[in-house]
Each structure stands twice: as structure tokens, then as C-alpha cells.
T-cell receptor, first 114, second 115 residues
Framework: QQQVKQSPQSLIVQKGGISIINCAYENTAFDYFPWYQQFPGKGPALLIAIRPDVSEKKEGRFTISFNKSAKQFSLHIMDSQPGDSATYFCAATPSYNQGGKLIFGQGTELSVKP | NAGVMQNPRHLVRRRGQEARLRCSPMKGHSHVYWYRQLPEEGLKFMVYLQKENIIDESGMPKERFSAEFPKEGPSILRIQQVVRGDSAAYFC?????????????FGSGTQLSVL
């Protein structure tokens, strides 16, 4: 029940296309859902995050869609660029956790072809 | 303002040796979290520390692993008698407060290789 399941494991998208990564969870106590971007040799960096009081959040080309009833959330990258090539992790945590104790998905390796 | 600093970046140890991984949080951050990333897996929480206190070590293996965050100096993750299964990337993150998720910042990690 503490898991976050992420798919696909890898994704290849053409430049200008839309990248979509999905995550699902079981624990209804989860109430913070961030996405992290990780480049090779670097630590994860917060990309965008959402709380369950909204169904969508957009920041530039990055959008999180959240479906509370289905317990799913997804990351959409519009107009994908080669510079977006990285590994993306979804995560979740309940409010009773300390702020930095996140449960991560398995990661999606995104490759954007020029 | 320097980010979260971890050293060494790469650490090679033989089976049975000790590994010490260091993490200096961002300036003004007094909360430190350690995560482990095994090949082709997500990050797994290990331990949460504040200055001189271990707050949550629920993700830490019961044996051979320990962590500290002294009043002065960096946080240390110590692995005694390393085994090949300890080979992984170890990441440290810091935050100024325990409940501000958006203020969690990760270091670049230490890649531990056990021969």
C-alpha cells in the first residue's frame, strides 16, 4: 500500500511531441505528489508538484493531471525537446510524513529524438 | 548559495571494508534525508535526521548501516563491512523545515561500488 507504480519504464518521443508518464498509488492518505527530473550523474530536482485539491497543474510545458478517484496522476510534457531527455520520477507522501520522506516510483527514462 | 554537497562522488570499497559518505546541507537547512538508488530502481528513503537527532530511520537496514548529523560538520552515512549488494547511488537531500515539501533539495549523490 506504500508503493507508487510508474509506467512506462522507458519512452522515446520525437522532438515536438507529447511525453506522457503515468503513476498509480494505493494509499488514500497520500496528499502530495511531486515529479522529479534527474539527469545522468545528478541528483533529482523538483519539476512540478500537485496536491489533491486540484485536478490539474501547469507550469510552462509541464502539466500534472490528477485523478483522485482512480488514484492516478500523470506528467505531460508538451512540445518535448532533446534537452528534456532525462529520467523522471513520480513520488507521493502523506501529510503525516516528515516533508522529505517521499515514496518514489521506479522512474521513466525519456529520450527525445531530434 | 551552494547546493547540497556530497562527497566523495565515487567511492570504491572491497567487501568487508567501511564506507563513509558525507553530506553538507544547503545553508540554512537543518533537516537531512538519505536515500538509496539501486540500478534501474527509484529512490528509497533510508533515514531522516535533524542536528544531533535521528528522527526516522525506518528505511535503514538494521545492521551495518548508521547515520549521524552532528552539531558541527556534515551528516555522515556509514556502512560497515560492505557487501556487493550495497553498491548503489546514495543521495542526500536537505530542507529548511520538515513540512515544506517544495523546499527539498537533493545533492548529486555518491556512487558506491563494492568489489
Amino acid at each position: 500500500q506504500q508503493q507508487v507504480k510508474q509506467s512506462p519504464q522507458s519512452l522515446i518521443v520525437q522532438k515536438g511531441g507529447i511525453s506522457i508518464i503515468n503513476c498509480a498509488y494505493e494509499n488514500t492518505a497520500f496528499d502530495y505528489f511531486p515529479w522529479y527530473q534527474q539527469f545522468p550523474g545528478k541528483g533529482p530536482a523538483l519539476l512540478i508538484a500537485i496536491r489533491p485539491d486540484v485536478s490539474e497543474k501547469k507550469e510552462g510545458r509541464f502539466t500534472i493531471s490528477f485523478n483522485k478517484s482512480a488514484k492516478q496522476f500523470s506528467l505531460h510534457i508538451m512540445d518535448s525537446q532533446p534537452g528534456d531527455s532525462a529520467t523522471y520520477f513520480c513520488a507521493a507522501t502523506p501529510s503525516y510524513n516528515q516533508g522529505g520522506k517521499l515514496i518514489f516510483g521506479q522512474g521513466t527514462e525519456l529520450s527525445v529524438k531530434p | 548559495n551552494a547546493g547540497v554537497m556530497q562527497n566523495p562522488r565515487h567511492l570504491v570499497r572491497r567487501r568487508g571494508q567501511e564506507a563513509r559518505l558525507r553530506c553538507s546541507p544547503m545553508k540554512g537547512h537543518s533537516h537531512v534525508y538519505w536515500y538509496r538508488q539501486l540500478p534501474e530502481e527509484g529512490l528509497k528513503f533510508m533515514v531522516y535526521l535533524q542536528k544531533e537527532n535521528i528522527i526516522d530511520e525506518s528505511g535503514m537496514p538494521k545492521e551495518r548501516f548508521s547515520a549521524e548529523f552532528p552539531k558541527e560538520g556534515p551528516s555522515i552515512l556509514r556502512i560497515q563491512q560492505v557487501v556487493r549488494g550495497d553498491s548503489a547511488a546514495y543521495f542526500c537531500a536537505s530542507s529548511p523545515l520538515p513540512t515544506t515539501n517544495e523546499k527539498l533539495f537533493f545533492g548529486s549523490g555518491t556512487q558506491l561500488s563494492v568489489l
